[in-house]
């Protein structure tokens, strides 16, 4: 388990893979920097992922190495997502390492899968579910702290709309009971039930979206095969298979990457999308859960009308093609 202070992930999958690449060829790292021009240091910092590497000199590198065409436009499909820059850079001051980390990760991947054990994946949390994540906390964050968050995190969820490149990142998660019935705020808050309520019916409304899977694993399915809580899996654009999993908490974002654990995660998502209710069914018990809150509401309490009992049609379940 890493954090990806810098390198990211990614980086280190395509250092690894250009020293796996020149070790192929039987030459040292000298051999490559004479070749090249560079010094010895620049190329073990290459393979170590202490620094990136430019499209020129990743070129370089591939014609030295006489890397077959399939494997070099791997290659520079990987680079780029490693090192993408966006709307993120602008909140570099006040973003943590690992939090920058992981929006990257995010805005190079086609495809997320996660199991939501206590609160709603923030991509399809509300504004005022986001503010009270924020606020859950012995600290007092200011006021401009607590808007600051809430901001990025709906920026955040940017990914989840087309893109120029193609569709949106397909997200799938299931989320368990407990999280729908758990109320975001403190007993007796006179908003509390809005808050609750403008979430479940949230999350209803993002499930129409054709790129978004949502599963509910009710009590009744029994005790998850996950003892660790929440989790997400990012299937990477440039790889088109998982390739790192992140855990994500109040403090810091941890990522794993290993072989073994990747697909253990994998795994343990499959058994709990097997155990989970259908999508359709899904959301139908959303609804009845929201209708609940709706009727803890006091008589001054404006509600809104419940959500319609109809059912939805499940969105695709097929990943985006890369």
């Known amino acids: 388990m890493t954090q990806p202070e810098a390198p990211s992930v ?29 010094s010895a240091s620049k190329i073990s910092r290459v393979e170590t992922g202490r620094i990136g590497i430019s499209p020129t000199d990743l070129d370089r590198l591939m014609e030295l190495y006489h890397l077959p065409d399939e494997q070099a436009e791997y290659f520079r499909r990987l680079a780029p997502s490693a090192r993408t820059r966006g709307w993120w850079d602008a909140y570099a001051d006040s973003l943590s390492a690992g939090y920058a980390g992981l929006l990257r990760l995010e805005s190079g991947s086609q495809a997320l899968r996660s199991y939501c054990a206590l609160v709603p994946h923030p991509l399809v949390m509300t504004a005022d579910y986001i503010r009270q994540v924020v606020l859950a906390t012995w600290q007092t964050p200011s006021t401009q702290e607590v808007s600051r968050r809430v901001r990025v995190c709906l920026r955040r969820q940017a990914v989840l709309q087309p893109r120029d490149s193609g569709p949106g990142l397909a997200f799938s998660a299931v989320i368990d009971e407990a999280v729908l019935r758990r109320s975001a705020t403190p007993p007796g808050s006179p908003d509390g039930i809005g808050v609750h309520l403008g979430q479940l019916e949230h999350l209803v409304a993002v499930a129409a979206l054709p790129n978004i899977t949502l599963q509910v694993l009710p009590y009744s399915a029994g005790i998850p095969p996950v003892s660790a809580g929440s989790f997400s899996v990012l299937e990477s654009r440039a790889t088109a298979a ?81």
């Not at 990614?10 to 021009?37: C, I, N």
């Not at 697909?263 to 139908?284: N, W």
């Open 242 to 322: 998982p390739d790192v999993v992140y855990l994500e908490n109040k403090t810091r974002i941890f990522f794993v990457d290993g072989e073994a654990e990747l697909h253990r995660y994998d795994r343990d998502f499959e058994l709990l999308a097997d155990m989970a209710l259908p999508p359709a069914e899904s959301l139908d018990f959303i609804r009845d859960v929201a209708r609940d809150v709706a009727t803890q509401a006091p008589p001054h309490f404006p509600q809104a009308p419940p959500p319609p009992a109809r059912a939805v049609p499940p969105p695709a379940r097929a990943l985006p093609a890369d």
């Open 10 to 38: 990614r980086e280190r999958r395509l250092a690894r893979e250009l020293r796996e690449a020149r070790l192929g060829t039987a030459l040292a790292g000298s051999d490559v920097a004479k070749a090249l021009g560079w």
